[in-house]
């Protein structure tokens, strides 16, 4: 047996071997996907007499203990660094953008049409795109350019029909709240990847999360709408904080710890397509043909994202041969 005949064999199982499975894209999307039934969520418990207030208030009560029996699971038996005053200053002060975030997104939903509100609020992958520009000091990649053009393009398609009329009657301080969450949420999940790769996702998730209760807490009482709790109202608190906050905070950090906070608030652009599927799933609402455009544009712009629109070529292209 000659040398190249010997190792060949090696070489070709070495060649042949996969590449190692890459679970971030998919931590994100669940985390959307589950972020996403938060408005399905909220509006039950709305429906209920519970007040803002209260909704938010219950969200973050309900989730920071559960916060933490995770993170105790996640990190048992781990050996972990303790965390120093540098670490938990700065995750006080990355929480506070959150708190800020969120009571503004509920706050502009009183102002203006939720339509109109998520398209606003969807403008922080952008806010993503110019931080990190800046801190490199660099323009931003093509590919991720063109991945927010086209998928905020079908966005747009996708929230909008039928809502057109009411721009006219557009409240400014409904659209300075939703910029105002838009902006603070980008800055949020721009200062959250340096941050979990310092502490650990699960640690930075349950230390953050707690600051965003002590926000909420001393904000609630501005926010007004009662303070009343029924059981029904009750469950849909345990639902939201579970599984519209607890379940996605976790892959959500994880998987920008690995995959990066312009890819991962790209591929989030899907929320609010996915929460009109819901909403026609289970509220009943219908959705035109416009709309169904958007889908479409929607799911080619995260194929831009992640390269996918190269293989659908590559095989294109292959077929002519």
Not at 12 to 21: D, G, L, N, R
Not at 66 to 75: T, V
Request: glycine share 10%.
């Amino acid at each position: 047996m000659s040398a190249q005949e010997g190792v060949s064999p090696v070489l070709s199982s070495s060649a042949a071997s996969p590449a190692p499975f890459d679970w971030a894209p998919w931590m994100v999307f669940i985390a959307t996907l589950t972020l996403s039934f938060k408005g399905i969520a909220v509006k039950a418990a709305y429906g209920t007499g519970m007040g803002i207030a209260m909704v938010v208030a219950m969200r973050f009560v309900f989730s920071v203990p559960l916060f933490w029996a995770g993170e105790r699971l996640i990190n048992r038996g781990k050996v972990l660094a303790p965390l120093g005053w540098r670490e938990i200053r700065a995750t006080a002060g990355v929480a506070s953008l959150f708190a800020i975030a969120t009571i503004s997104d509920l706050s502009a939903l009183s102002f203006i049409d939720a339509g109109v509100s998520r398209v606003i609020l969807f403008t922080f992958p952008a806010v993503i795109l110019i931080v990190k520009a800046i801190e490199r000091r660099s323009l931003p990649e093509t590919r991720h350019l063109i991945a927010f053009a086209v998928t905020y393009g079908g966005l747009v398609l996708v929230i909008l029909p039928g809502r057109l009329e009411m721009a006219a009657g557009l409240s400014w301080e409904g659209i300075a709240l939703a910029l105002v969450s838009a902006v603070t949420y980008g800055l949020f999940l721009t200062r959250t990847q340096s941050l979990t790769k310092r502490m650990g996702s699960a640690r930075f998730t349950v230390w953050s999360n707690t600051f965003v209760v002590l926000y909420v807490l001393l904000a609630t009482p501005f926010l007004g709408g009662g303070w009343e709790l029924p059981l029904e109202g009750l469950g849909w608190s345990l639902v939201n904080a579970i599984f519209c906050t607890v379940v996605p905070f976790f892959l959500l950090f994880e998987g920008i710890n690995r995959w990066g906070a312009e890819k991962a608030g790209l591929l989030a652009l899907l929320g609010p397509v996915i929460t009109i599927v819901f909403a026609c799933w289970l509220l009943g609402e219908t959705i035109e043909l416009a709309q169904l455009a958007g889908f479409g544009i929607v799911l080619l712009g995260v194929a831009t994202l992640q390269g996918t629109d190269r293989v659908i070529l590559r095989a294109l292209r292959g077929s002519r041969t």
